[in-house]
């Protein structure tokens, strides 16, 4: 039975932003793996000690495929799971399987494009903000996360007079990208 929306809303929203952050989190221990980030960093320590016991407890059943951590994979998708199960039946109440592989898919791949694209507008605003000579612990993260996706826009975009528009670049086709993927995730195409 679905509530009223006077209770589903602020439900909605706490469910929504509690799974939203944590998958997060999740997602970065992900890319933490992908973009080989330094073990001793403290934004490093704190998402392993965030995840470390799901992901342990499923390491013992879920073998590493390749360099990928498969019981990472599992969890964030787990999560996105139970965010879908939960909301699905808040506001809907019958929950379709279709309708809920779309919804997961959908919620992972909005994660990983916001995740992006809030590293690279970070990154762009750390650089106007922290002088060259100093260091910042979260810029060699930053850096290692977005240089495989802003190297190849660098190479390809003109010299415009010592501004790099490479962020601004993949940030437009990151947005391009969800436009096009998400209608087909959720089925509105």
Do not use: C
Not at 83 to 105: H, T
Not at 111 to 129: K, R
Not at 160 to 183: E, H, K, T
């Amino acid at each position: 039975m679905m509530l009223s929306t006077y209770f589903s809303n602020p439900l909605t929203f706490l469910i929504d932003t509690l799974f939203g952050l944590y998958m997060g989190i999740v997602a970065l221990r992900l890319i933490m793996q992908w973009a080989k980030w330094e073990y001793h960093n403290q934004l490093v320590q704190l998402i392993i000690k965030a995840t470390q016991v799901p992901v342990k407890f499923l390491r013992q059943f879920i073998p590493p495929l390749g360099r990928w951590d498969s019981a990472t994979i599992v969890l964030l998708f787990s999560l996105a799971l139970i965010k879908a199960l939960l909301l699905i039946s808040l506001q809907y109440g019958v929950i379709q399987p279709i309708f809920l592989l779309r919804f997961i898919s959908a919620d992972v791949f909005s994660l990983f494009i916001t995740l992006f694209s809030a590293s690279i507008i970070i990154q762009v605003v750390l650089s106007w903000l922290t002088p060259h000579n100093q260091h910042n612990p979260l810029s060699p993260l930053l850096s290692r996360m977005n240089n495989p996706l802003l190297r190849p826009v660098r190479r390809r975009l003109p010299e415009m007079g010592g501004f790099d528009l490479s962020p601004l670049v993949v940030l437009l086709a990151l947005q391009v990208l969800a436009m096009l993927i998400l209608p087909l995730l959720v089925g509105h195409v």
